[in-house]
């Protein structure tokens, strides 16, 4: 129960119905040549007042890091600002993972792909800075809606976490970076080693950051919230995150379905409780 895998799908029919019978790495090949171009957009028009991406049904900024409530004017640069009075930009895949020196740098185009830029108070995008998402067993800075800085449990070093609600959101968010940006290197800085490994050419996640988003992947399933976003964002962006349309290709790649050929109306095998 609560696992991704077993939910209803997001979309009707078979939207990959052209990726049956592939494997993993076919997969994972098929899905990054299928969503790598795409519109990349200016670092102005991916603020959350230009973007519009995070807006809720009432009109504020929905946070995925605090519970406070900001309207589109209340964003900020971040500069001597106090927790709850404005919003900025998140890169949920730090940009010094890749090494990004500028915004105009031609192999930068993650730098303001929207689907993992968030929005954010500027105090939590300032407690999060480029450190990686873990399970935080002992906590140093906690904000109202329970985001955490401190000690995490799988590397034993500064972490940040998330609330359950946005985990597994998170998590596909990363999916889809290590998809359509495959043939990038996140390791080149701040701590984007502990997560991923990059040879031949081709990044990709290492066993225990692997372990932990497939955790939060199958604990959150995909959300009306999380459709909602990613389909403002394909307006903008003109790409899909294929992980909120169809989960089950996150099992096939990296999970309980790797190695077998993908069936977009078959049965996924659950995790091993063991």
Known sequence: EGWAGTGEPNVPDCPYEALEGLTSKELRESLHEEIKDHTVLTYKQIRGDQAKVDVRADGKIWDIYSGYDFYLSDYCSGVDVGEGECYNREHVLPKSWWGYKTENEANDPMYTDLYHVYSVDAIANEKRSAWVYDEVKSATWTNNLGSKLGTGKTWNETSFEPVDEYKGDIARVYFYMLTCYMDKDFTQGGKGYRYFSYSNGVCDFK????????????????????????????????????????????????????????????????????
């Open 207 to 274: 066993s225990q950051a692997l372990a932990l988003m497939l955790k939060w992947h199958r604990q959150d399933p995909v959300s009306e919230k999380e459709v909602a976003r990613n389909t403002k964002v394909v307006d903008l962006q003109g790409n899909v995150n294929p992980f909120v349309e169809q989960p089950a290709l996150v099992e096939y790649i990296w999970g309980t379905m790797k190695g077998k050929p993908y069936d977009c109306e078959g049965e996924v095998l659950p995790p091993d409780p063991g």
